[in-house]
């Protein structure tokens, strides 16, 4: 069977490579080809298009990249009709993915959504595109389904396939490896910071995690690099600074470090699920904030609070990033009890979230509704 599969950033492309993997052990004839990055690739698709310059947040920053992300969407349009796949296979990616899911629909090829753009924190009258043009509906937060049961939609929940990722890290983890002498750290306690994947993500919040941290002498902070932002990108900020920037590591320095500083994303559920201790910030330009305020229905942004529908971790968003930053790292890394709650908090989001072996499950899902 041919699978055609759109994956429009890190996390996305990382989830979609295991979709992949899975596909292959249920499917023995697939064929892949993808609109996506190295993950996906190295899981056997055939790259058409890299999604490095088409991870965008806020409306300045899409409208200014509109003239690009309409030609990749031309591009897009016309491969899929070349190639003629039996399923196109949409992850996340909303402003990209939604629009395909009608295209391709028109012309009578079999659409699968893979975890839900966010419908259910704004805009969510897209939630017809998903009714009328997708066969079926993969959602990876538990709370997703009753919200496409009010609109009529059958989505169906397997787990969240961080589980799996986590589950993959934990198997070869070596707690003996000298991460630190790897990457020439010193012996101090390590506060990770989790800045986002997105350039814009960087721009606006890496500066903000970086002011407090003369603040902290007895500590060393590191910065996970994304891998699609070159080391000379960070350089910029970290010129005159003390951190230190690691790529390809995130999961073990995570596991090395006391507390994270990290963006709202997949990135809060990752450090979570390794039981580390955290404060969840955003930031946007100021008027995609403005318009986010009459936009955005729900509570909580971070998924960890979302899941559990409680403050289990501290969310800042927008104003005075440092200083509040400062005030909860102080409590992450100076009160037991404080940290302790947190982490009786992160159990009960495991439970939530149930088993492993997601992709999988879901893998044998797709392929049941193909044949």
């Known amino acids: 069977m041919k699978y055609y599969l759109i994956a429009g950033e890190a ?15 249920t499917d023995a004839m697939a064929e892949f080809r993808c609109f996506g990055g190295d993950n996906l690739k190295e899981a056997g698709a055939t790259l058409f298009i890299h999604y490095k310059d088409m991870a965008l947040m806020g409306f300045i920053e899409v409208f200014e990249k509109y003239p690009t992300i309409r030609k990749n969407k031309n591009l897009c349009r016309k491969d899929i009709l070349d190639h003629k796949p039996d399923v196109l ?5 909303s402003g990209f993915n939604l629009p395909m899911a009608r295209f391709a629909a028109r012309y009578g090829i079999r659409v699968i959504y893979y975890i839900s753009p966010k419908l259910w924190a704004w805009a969510g009258w897209r939630v017809k595109i998903i009714r009328d043009h997708v066969m079926k509906m993969f959602v990876i937060l538990p709370f997703e389904v009753d919200f496409y049961r009010e609109h009529r939609v059958n989505a169906e929940y397997y787990g969240n396939p961080v589980l799996d990722s986590i589950q993959s890290f934990e198997d070869r ?12 750290l010193d012996d101090k306690p390590i506060v990770a910071l989790l800045a986002g994947s997105r350039k814009q993500e960087i721009d606006l919040l890496l500066p903000e995690m970086l002011s407090i941290e003369e603040k902290y002498p007895g500590f060393r902070f590191v910065v996970a690099g994304a891998p699609s932002i070159s080391p000379l990108y960070y350089e ?24 994270a500083v990290v963006t709202s994303g997949t990135a ?40 559990l529908g409680r403050d289990a971790v501290k969310e800042l968003l927008q104003y005075d990033l440092a200083r509040d930053i400062k005030t909860e790292l102080d409590r992450l890394l100076f009160d037991d009890h404080y940290r302790h709650e ?3 908090n992160y159990t009960l989001l495991r439970h939530k979230l149930g088993e492993p072996g997601v992709a999988g499950r879901i893998a044998g899902r797709i392929y049941e509704c193909l044949t």
């Not at 996390?11 to 052990?25: F, I, T, Y």
């Not at 296979?89 to 990616?93: F, K, R």
Request: a positive charge; charged letters at 20%.
């Open 173 to 184: 983890f070596d707690p003996n490896a000298d991460f630190r002498r790897k990457n020439n």
């Open 342 to 344: 947190m982490l009786e």
């Open 236 to 259: 910029r900020y970290l010129a005159n600074s003390n951190a230190r920037v690691v790529y390809g590591q995130t999961y073990e320095l995570l596991k090395h470090a006391k507390a």
């Open 89 to 93: 296979i949409l992850v996340d990616y």
């Open 268 to 307: 809060t559920l990752e450090t979570a699920l390794l039981n580390v201790p955290e404060v969840v910030v955003y930031k946007t330009s100021p008027f995609t904030f403005f318009v986010g305020n009459f936009l955005v229905s729900v509570r909580y942004f971070s998924l960890v609070n979302l899941i």
């Open 11 to 25: 996390s996305g492309d990382m989830h979609a490579a295991n979709l992949v993997l899975a596909l292959k052990q």
